[in-house]
């Protein structure tokens, strides 16, 4: 593929359609301007996306994979921004090329010139080989691959496809999670670097919990694990014929996790430094590492990857935390069985808190919401503290919950999120946590909803 510098040749029409339906949008409060402006500008201008990525002086590094690349990316960019690079992001999550293509026409100026070292893009999986048609991706960061909205996705080799034909469009650098052998064995070429969770000689095997079906690339036969972090994320390798996870080129060890945050130790060959993340969870460190590694590669010191990390605000929904009617509230977006079994975890750490959870089936969510019959919940019933269900498919969450051993007299089904907010604030004490959980098109109407009582999630 080839990119001409084509800076001047911008369809003055269709940048300046773009930059001014995002400002009307914005202005009358019709959303973020983060998709529609970009759709009208390439109807304009169908190399608008290829014109302005162009001119990033120092290329584009994209992060894809099921979970977590809108905070992968975010921490990411904290850390490129702590190394002093300045960087066009798509920090909205408007991640398929309409949301790319915005992104940058809010970047350039009138005249359509960009200033910026990289482009940084959060990127749909089954977006990605458009993408990469269009913009020279220096690297791609793939963090997991996990059964996401099957009714749009079908089965994870249709997903693991488009990632590699994403990757060898430009022969991209490979930025892999280790730890996952359906995203570690994906592409075979040499430029590779690796990433992962070393639990340690001692580590005892255990279980798999949701893991998908993995399959040695080499002979075939299934995966085995020597231990596992989590679904099929662990030290695995192949009982056949020895090919196993690869060396670790970048690393987090000695794992602390705590109701809102964790500490961790990052290693790079002989370096080591500890680490601080105003995240909870064990999935936060996975992102974490993964963004440690594509800052690494783009020669980024320990040091700063830790400050970068350690000064990283999140992204909106993202385990977000924030303060209402004098009360803590922790959202975070739930959307897959893994994402969600990893999501209670984290809230069981806190044990004494009210949750929301927030279900809704349209088509940004997924219309089968079977997934939450595959999500472990039953961790909830150990923890003190009441439940509101709600959003369209409220009835069917009370129900999930029930079955996973919550008491039915804890569970109150509320469908309007506005009142079910409400109702969950005057029942969490001041000293407490309100964990909310959403899906996607629940969060964008929590986030009007918080709009309008004077609270701004971030990045919106």
């Not at 990525?53 to 850390?79: C, M």
Request: net charge neutral.
């Amino acid at each position: 593929m080839t990119i001409t510098d084509s800076r001047s040749s911008t369809s003055p029409l269709a940048l300046l359609t773009g930059k001014v339906s995002a400002r009307a949008i914005r202005l009358f409060k019709a959303g973020m301007g983060s998709n529609l402006p970009g759709r009208l500008a390439r109807q304009l201008s169908p190399n608008i996306l290829m014109e302005l990525s162009s001119q990033t002086r120092l290329g584009a590094v994209a992060v894809t994979g099921t979970n977590g690349k809108s905070t992968t990316s975010g921490i990411l960019s904290s850390i490129l921004r702590m190394a002093g690079y300045k960087l066009i992001h798509n920090k909205q999550g408007a991640n398929l090329v309409t949301g790319i293509t915005a992104s940058l026409i809010e970047a350039a100026d009138w005249k359509g010139r960009i200033d910026a070292d990289y482009g940084l893009f959060e990127i749909d999986e089954a977006a990605l080989p458009v993408v990469a048609h269009e913009i020279k991706l220096k690297a791609v960061l793939v963090t997991n691959l996990f059964r996401d909205q099957l009714d749009r996705f079908g089965e994870l080799d249709t997903t693991a496809r488009l990632i590699a034909k994403g990757i060898t469009e430009n022969n991209s650098k490979a930025i892999l999670n280790a730890d996952d052998p359906n995203v570690s064995q994906l592409v075979s070429q040499k430029d590779r670097l690796f990433y992962g969770i070393e639990l340690g000689k001692d580590a005892e095997p255990s279980e798999k919990q949701l893991a998908e079906l993995s399959y040695c690339s080499e002979c075939g036969s299934e995966i085995a694990y020597r231990s596992v972090t989590y679904g099929q994320l662990g030290n695995w390798y192949c009982p056949q014929c020895g090919h196993k996870r690869p060396p670790l080129d970048i690393y987090a060890s000695e794992i602390n996790l705590f109701p809102s945050s964790s500490t961790f130790v990052l290693h790079k060959e002989l370096l080591w430094l500890p680490v601080e993340l105003r995240l909870p969870g064990l999935f936060n460190i996975y992102n974490a590492v993964a963004a440690a590694a594509a800052a690494s590669m783009l020669g980024v010191s320990l040091e700063t990857i830790k400050d970068g990390i350690k000064d990283y605000s999140t992204l909106f929904g993202r385990s977000e935390l924030i303060s209402l009617s004098g009360k803590k509230v922790l959202i975070q977006l739930i959307k897959n069985p893994a994402g969600a079994t990893q999501t209670i975890r984290a809230v069981t750490q806190a044990k004494d808190v009210n949750i929301v959870i927030a279900i809704n089936d349209n088509l940004a969510d997924g219309r089968d919401i079977s997934w939450l019959w595959d999500a472990e919940f039953e961790p909830l019933g150990t923890i003190k503290g009441n439940f509101v269900v709600s959003g369209q498919r409220a009835e069917d969450m009370a129900l999930r919950l029930k079955y996973a051993g919550v008491e039915p007299t804890r569970i109150t089904c509320i469908p309007s999120l506005e009142t079910a907010l409400k109702s969950a604030l005057n029942s969490t004490s001041a000293d407490s946590m309100l964990w909310v959980l959403p899906t996607y098109t629940c969060l964008l109407e929590l986030q009007k909803l918080l709009k309008r009582f004077g609270v701004s999630l971030s990045g919106t």
